[in-house]
């Protein structure tokens, strides 16, 4: 046996995006999932409010999900998709394309939500170049924004600790302003009246690059990471309207905003803005086997593969695309979704989410509140010289009185699965209310 073998030890795991000297000095356990609720090793309940890390959409251990996935490990373990093919890349593919807005049903499979925003990048650009524009090759993304953590995601992200100490980034990439203005559009219900405007910084951009070098403007519907940023009414519309104006290409990041969260399927749908690519990930599958994918319009899709002089049309892959067990899951959960009628269950949930989380707006520490569909955010003031501290000691004091909740920055996310109750609703709000009484 290895030396350095030590039983339970949590050296080893370096952990993501975690303090993990603070985590390792007091460690928080889990080890069982079912419906709303996370088990830790002593046996305590956990309410997720979410929905883990934006993604169990369905609750945890839906059944039908788990037996797809135990019967395709045992039928087809692996094959690769590279000049091969395995009948429920195909079949998932297809319903994916039945859930996309009009025409954007041509599906890229990756793994994870930041090879799902590196590969729209990349098609973009492809198709740019199969149009004969390869002049256009500029990325605009949005300040606050958040794609991942790969180069391109990071490159076109507006958050500057996933962007420093990494480098000169990918070329040709400018910002657009985000969109939170706490002054104006504090304590709003749903989308916030004021900011159509920071759309036509997009009007600035051009002139200073011109659309003849600009390629695609990334943005996330509504901006989760960086702290649940709801976009201005007219805002997206605007930024449609814009790109096409300028034959720029518009990919919706729809990560978070897919598969129900906002009670419909898409943002897209929600907002009725249809963009030429959207990626999507995490609640693909109810996040039981990692994947994510793109959807390109058939625009795109035929462009591409007309324009090529090999037989290979597009150079990009993953070993793990489309991979048997991660296609059997999110077959089993878009089943799972129909049957249950989820999406239409956090359209109707939506409204009581709203008042619960509104009336957070007369509780201590709190700036702002936001929400839209089964999304939440609360703004907490930031402790004197200790940016982030409250928010993590929120989340600290939350778990131990049995609520799971995310925080960023000072910002609490919420997202809870599209199954919670509405006594778990006020559950989340309750012990938040009683926390943020008791801490400083
Ligand atoms: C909008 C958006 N894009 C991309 C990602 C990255 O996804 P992943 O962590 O699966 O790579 C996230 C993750 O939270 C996200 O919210």
Same mark, same amino acid.
């Given at each position: 046996?290895?030396?350095?073998?030590?039983?339970?030890?949590?050296?080893?795991?370096?952990?993501?995006?975690?303090? $993990?000297?603070?985590?390792?000095?007091?460690?928080?356990?889990?080890?069982?999932?079912?419906?709303?609720?996370?088990?830790?090793?002593?046996?305590?309940?956990?309410?997720?409010?979410?929905?883990?890390?934006?993604?169990?959409?369905?609750?945890?251990?839906?059944?039908?999900?788990?037996?797809?996935?135990?019967?395709?490990?045992?039928?087809?373990?692996?094959?690769?998709?590279?000049?091969?093919?395995?009948?429920?890349?195909?079949?998932?593919?297809?319903?994916?394309?039945?859930?996309?807005?009009?025409?954007?049903?041509?599906?890229?499979?990756?793994?994870?939500?930041?090879?799902?925003?590196?590969?729209?990048?990349?098609?973009?650009?492809?198709?740019?170049?199969?149009?004969?524009?390869?002049?256009?090759?500029?990325?605009?993304?949005?300040?606050?924004?958040?794609?991942?953590? $790969?180069?391109?995601?990071?490159?076109?992200?507006?958050?500057?600790?996933?962007?420093?100490?990494?480098?000169?980034?990918?070329?040709?990439?400018?910002?657009?302003?985000?969109?939170?203005?706490?002054?104006? $559009?504090?304590?709003?219900?749903?989308?916030?009246?004021?900011?159509?405007?920071?759309?036509?910084?997009?009007?600035?951009?051009?002139?200073?690059?011109?659309?003849?070098?600009?390629?695609?403007?990334?943005?996330?519907?509504?901006?989760?990471?960086?702290?649940?940023?709801?976009?201005?009414?007219?805002?997206?519309?605007?930024?449609?309207?814009?790109?096409?104006?300028?034959?720029?290409?518009?990919?919706?990041?729809?990560?978070?905003?897919?598969?129900?969260?906002?009670?419909?399927?898409?943002?897209?749908?929600?907002?009725?803005?249809?963009?030429?690519?959207?990626?999507?990930?995490?609640?693909? $599958?109810?996040?039981?086997?990692?994947?994510?994918?793109?959807?390109?319009? !058939?625009?795109?899709?035929?462009?591409?593969?007309?324009?090529?002089?090999?037989?290979?049309?597009?150079?990009?892959?993953?070993?793990?695309?489309?991979?048997?067990?991660?296609?059997?899951?999110?077959?089993?959960?878009?089943?799972?979704? !129909?049957?249950?009628?989820?999406?239409? !269950?956090?359209?109707?949930?939506?409204?009581?989410?709203?008042?619960?989380?509104?009336?957070?707006?007369?509780?201590?520490?709190?700036?702002?509140?936001?929400?839209?569909?089964?999304?939440?955010?609360?703004?907490?003031?930031?402790?004197?010289?200790?940016?982030?501290?409250?928010?993590?000691?929120?989340?600290?004091?939350?778990?131990?009185?049995?609520?799971?909740?995310?925080?960023?920055?000072?910002?609490?996310?919420?997202?809870?699965?599209?199954?919670?109750?509405?006594?778990?609703?006020?559950?989340?709000?309750?012990?938040?209310?009683?926390?943020?009484?008791?801490?400083?």
């Amino acid at each position: 046996m290895s030396q350095t073998y030590r039983p339970n030890s949590l050296d080893a795991f370096w952990m993501p995006f975690t303090p $993990n000297r603070a985590f390792k000095a007091d460690p928080r356990m889990i080890i069982r999932a079912e419906g709303m609720h996370y088990f830790t090793p002593d046996g305590r309940a956990v309410l997720d409010g979410t929905a883990g890390l934006w993604c169990v959409a369905a609750g945890h251990a839906q059944p039908k999900i788990t037996e797809a996935i135990q019967r395709a490990a045992a039928e087809l373990d692996y094959a690769t998709n590279l000049n091969m093919g395995h009948p429920s890349a195909f079949e998932f593919a297809n319903r994916l394309a039945d859930l996309m807005p009009d025409r954007l049903d041509r599906i890229v499979y990756t793994n994870s939500g930041s090879e799902s925003a590196d590969s729209a990048l990349k098609i973009a650009l492809a198709y740019q170049r199969a149009r004969g524009k390869p002049g256009k090759y500029r990325l605009i993304g949005r300040e606050r924004g958040y794609h991942g953590v $790969n180069f391109g995601g990071i490159s076109v992200g507006g958050i500057a600790r996933n962007r420093m100490g990494f480098g000169p980034m990918v070329g040709g990439v400018d910002h657009l302003p985000h969109t939170h203005d706490i002054t104006r $559009n504090a304590f709003t219900r749903g989308q916030p009246k004021h900011g159509v405007e920071y759309a036509d910084a997009l009007e600035r951009l051009v002139a200073l690059h011109d659309a003849s070098t600009i390629a695609a403007v990334i943005v996330e519907p509504v901006a989760g990471s960086a702290g649940v940023l709801v976009p201005p009414q007219g805002y997206l519309r605007r930024l449609r309207e814009l790109c096409t104006k300028h034959d720029i290409l518009l990919i919706f990041d729809e990560v978070i905003t897919g598969f129900g969260r906002l009670g419909a399927p898409f943002g897209s749908h929600y907002f009725g803005v249809k963009p030429d690519l959207l990626t999507m990930a995490k609640a693909i $599958n109810n996040a039981t086997v990692p994947m994510g994918a793109v959807a390109a319009s !058939r625009e795109i899709h035929d462009t591409i593969i007309a324009a090529s002089d090999t037989p290979i049309e597009f150079f990009h892959g993953y070993t793990m695309s489309g991979h048997p067990l991660a296609c059997a899951a999110g077959l089993a959960t878009l089943e799972v979704f !129909r049957e249950q009628n989820l999406f239409e !269950r956090a359209h109707q949930l939506a409204p009581y989410w709203e008042d619960a989380l509104h009336s957070l707006r007369s509780a201590r520490h709190v700036i702002d509140v936001r929400n839209l569909g089964l999304i939440g955010g609360i703004e907490l003031e930031p402790r004197s010289g200790k940016p982030t501290q409250r928010a993590l000691d929120t989340f600290r004091k939350c778990f131990e009185r049995g609520v799971f909740i995310r925080v960023t920055g000072d910002i609490i996310a919420l997202s809870p699965p599209l199954i919670i109750e509405k006594a778990q609703v006020d559950q989340i709000v309750e012990t938040l209310r009683d926390v943020l009484k008791a801490i400083d």
